[in-house]
């Protein structure tokens, strides 16, 4: 079983910026589609983005589209979401997940999954 393992998540205020990390035990090529997707305290879980792996073709939710940016680093087997002019709506437990099908681009069955981590935006 894929394990992976998010970091970068804290405290910011609205306007400020954060990075993602997500490390995946094994090459992330094999997974022919990674993604990052959020839940609030009492919502359900949401779709942020969605990366493959190999062409690295992203998707996003309209709510983050134009400040994140979803990317991939084969070489460290790291899945990353840069988060831009943060909003106190982003505020939530961020998790990574990764696939070895490619499937739709934003719907939220996976394979495996990270612990996730916590991103809270002060207004």
């Known amino acids: 079983q894929v394990q992976l393992v998010e970091s970068g998540g804290g405290l910011v205020q609205a306007g400020g910026s954060l990075r993602l990390s997500c490390v995946a035990s094994?090459?992330?090529?094999?997974?022919?589609?990674m993604g990052w997707f959020r839940q609030a305290p009492g919502k359900e879980r949401e779709f942020v983005a969605s990366?493959?792996?190999?062409?690295?073709?992203?998707h996003y939710a309209d709510s983050v589209k134009g400040r994140f940016t979803i990317s991939r680093d084969t070489a460290k087997n790291t899945l990353y979401l840069q988060m831009n002019s943060l909003k106190p709506e982003d505020t939530a437990v961020y998790s990574c997940?990764?696939?070895?099908?490619?499937?739709?681009?934003?719907?939220?069955?996976?394979?495996?999954w990270g612990q996730g981590t916590q991103v809270t935006v002060s207004s």
């Open positions: 094994e090459r992330i090529v094999s997974s022919y589609r």
């Open positions: 997940a990764g696939r070895r099908w490619l499937g739709a681009a934003t719907d939220n069955n996976y394979d495996y």
């Open positions: 990366i493959t792996t190999t062409s690295g073709t992203t």
